[in-house]
C-alpha cells in the first residue's frame, strides 16, 4: 500500500530562515508527487508537482522540491521564507493512473515577523 | 472563473440524520474526487470518480456513499452519520491524466 511521510509536524522559523520540509514516500511503480499548500481558513493550493524529468522542480512563491529517487524523498524547500508563507504543508502522492491520491499528515509552518 | 464549489460549507447535525454535502465544477473534468481532514492524518481520500456513472472506493469509504450522475456534480451521502465523521470535507476536480487538482473551499462538519 502507498505511503506518504511527513516527520516535522511542526515547524517555527523566523523571517529569512531556509525552509526545508521533509517528505518520504512509499509508492510500488511510477510515482508522481505533489506539494500542497493551506493557507488558515482556506482550501489547498498546489504548489509544485513532479511526474518526470529534471528531479529538481520549481513552483509558485520562490519554493522548489528535489526528487531523490533513491531516497524515496521529495523534500521541499526555500531559502528565505516569509511571515507570509504560514500555512500548513501538504506532501501528496500518486501514480501515473491517478485513480488515488495518498497525503502525508501535514506540517504546521509558523514563521515569526 | 474555474472553480469547485460545496454547499454547505458549515454544517451541525445529529447521529443518524441522513445528510448530503453537494459539490460541483465547472472546468469539465472528468476526475473527481472527496477527501477528508483530520488533525495530523492529513487528507484520506473518501471516494472517487473517473467520469459519469463511475465510482469508486478510496482509503477511508465506510459510512459513506456517492454519486455520480452527471460530470459536474458529485455529492457526498451521509446515511446514518456518526460522530467519529466529524471533519472538514474537500470535494477535488482535474482532468484525466496529469492535470491539476483543484480543491473546493471545503466543508467543516460537526455530528453530535
Known amino acids: 500500500a502507498q505511503s506518504v511521510s511527513q516527520h516535522n509536524h511542526h515547524v517555527i522559523l523566523s523571517e529569512a530562515a531556509s525552509l526545508e520540509l521533509g517528505c518520504n514516500y512509499s509508492?510500488?511503480?511510477?510515482?508522481?508527487l505533489f506539494w500542497y499548500v493551506q493557507y488558515p481558513g482556506q482550501h489547498l493550493q498546489l504548489l509544485l508537482k513532479y511526474f518526470s524529468g529534471d528531479p529538481l522542480v520549481k513552483g509558485i512563491k520562490g519554493f522548489e522540491a528535489e526528487f531523490i529517487k533513491s531516497k524515496f524523498s521529495f523534500n521541499l524547500r526555500k531559502p528565505s521564507v516569509q511571515w507570509s508563507d504560514t500555512a500548513e504543508y501538504f506532501c501528496a502522492a500518486g501514480g501515473n493512473a491517478g485513480n488515488m491520491l495518498t497525503f502525508g499528515g501535514g506540517t504546521r509552518l509558523m514563521v515569526k515577523p | 472563473e474555474a472553480q469547485v464549489t460545496q454547499n454547505p460549507r458549515y454544517l451541525i447535525t445529529v447521529t443518524g440524520k441522513k445528510l448530503t454535502v453537494t459539490c460541483s465544477q465547472n472546468m469539465n473534468h472528468e476526475y473527481m474526487s472527496w477527501y477528508r481532514q483530520d488533525p495530523g492524518l492529513g487528507l484520506r481520500q473518501i471516494y472517487y470518480s473517473m467520469n459519469v456513472e463511475v465510482t469508486d472506493k478510496g482509503d477511508v469509504p465506510e459510512g459513506y456513499k456517492v454519486s455520480r450522475k452527471e460530470k459536474r456534480n458529485f455529492p457526498l451521502i451521509l446515511e446514518s452519520p456518526s460522530p467519529n465523521q466529524t471533519s472538514l470535507y474537500f470535494c477535488?476536480?482535474?482532468?484525466?491524466?496529469?492535470?491539476?487538482?483543484?480543491f473546493g473551499p471545503g466543508t467543516r462538519l460537526l455530528v453530535l
Open positions: 477535488a476536480s482535474r482532468p484525466l491524466g496529469r492535470g491539476t487538482q483543484y
Open positions: 509508492y510500488g511503480g511510477t510515482v508522481n
